[in-house]
């Protein structure tokens, strides 16, 4: 074998180990994003574990856990299947539930069909009204793509629960989420679901009032904790909160949970 030859498949082989090797980040960076060799910084746990109502047996989940159901297909701004038998359990149990972002109204719709059937009842939720776009308040460092987002999600004026027997048990609210004034609503609520803007701002905003306004017992549930290049605000603000309060991340979703002591 002549020099040349050697000295070709000894740089091949070079070659193919930077390949492999820039691969092998690649898909391990596409599974942890830029957290190449640790977890993200909120714990993941089962939801079992966070909610002992939701342990399975041999055959899957308890009866007892199932809930009225629409599947999320071609629905802008859903939250996944999981994620939606998760929040309608606990909204199973939940006379006073609080939303950020109202969006479709499907979520709003689900919450209210699964909610106790009792004059105490009531689903508040609040959405940006397609008239109310200049009242948004961008703030500096502000991920762009989070403010087109709420904005596009923000131009419904019919809602999935529109029409619906459950209406009656929903008050929908317009206006900023920054605007909001929670003074009356504090220590009221069973369950607060932050689904509203996902910039930083705002999700810090929407964070500190939905702890603010729940019951001792009552949970808070945030959607779009997806790590630092998809939601990003999201990531930032309740990475942040999480070296303040146990928040933990659902296993199998982009829920991060909390239940207030």
């Known amino acids: 074998m002549t020099n040349v030859v050697l000295w070709a498949i000894i740089i091949f082989l070079i070659v193919v180990i930077i390949v492999l090797f820039i691969d092998f980040k690649r898909r391990r960076e596409d599974r942890k994003q830029k957290f190449l060799f640790s977890s993200w910084p909120i714990k993941k746990v089962?939801?079992?574990?966070f909610d002992p109502s939701f342990k399975t047996g041999t055959?899957?989940?308890d009866h007892s856990t199932e809930i009225k159901f629409i599947a999320t297909y071609r629905v802008t701004g859903g939250i996944s299947d999981f994620e939606s038998w998760i929040l309608c359990n606990i909204a199973k149990r939940s006379n006073k539930i609080f939303e950020f972002g109202t969006c479709t109204g499907k979520t709003t719709y689900?919450?209210?069909?699964n909610a106790p059937k009792d004059k105490e009842t009531e689903i508040?939720?609040?959405?940006?009204?397609?008239?109310?776009?200049?009242?948004?308040?961008?703030?500096?460092?502000?991920?762009?793509?989070?403010?087109?987002a709420a904005m596009q999600e923000s131009v419904f004026t019919k809602f999935y629960y529109?029409?619906?027997?459950?209406?009656?048990?929903?008050?929908?609210?317009?206006?900023?989420?920054?605007?909001?004034?929670?003074?009356?609503?504090?220590g009221l609520y069973d369950l607060i679901f932050v689904d509203a803007s996902h910039a930083k701002s705002y999700v810090e905003s929407d964070s500190r009032k939905a702890i603010s306004m729940l019951k001792p017992g009552g949970y808070v549930f945030w959607h779009d904790?997806?790590?630092?290049?998809?939601?990003?605000?999201?990531?930032?603000?309740?990475?942040?909160?999480?070296?303040?309060?146990p928040l933990i991340h659902i296993s199998g979703t982009s829920l991060v949970a909390y239940r207030k002591p």
């Not at 089962?46 to 574990?49: A, R, Y």
């Not at 689900?110 to 069909?113: F, K, N, V």
């Not at 397609?130 to 793509?145: F, I, R, V």
Request: proline share 7%; net charge negative; charged share 30%.
């Open 225 to 245: 904790y997806r790590g630092p290049r998809r939601a990003i605000g999201v990531f930032e603000a309740l990475n942040e909160l999480s070296n303040e309060m």
């Open 46 to 49: 089962p939801i079992e574990e």
């Open 59 to 61: 055959l899957g989940p």
């Open 162 to 186: 529109s029409e619906t027997p459950e209406a009656k048990q929903i008050k929908q609210l317009f206006g900023d989420t920054k605007d909001f004034d929670e003074e009356p609503h504090k």
């Open 110 to 113: 689900l919450l209210a069909a």
């Open 124 to 148: 508040v939720t609040i959405t940006l009204s397609p008239t109310e776009m200049d009242a948004y308040k961008d703030t500096a460092g502000d991920d762009s793509a989070a403010v087109d």
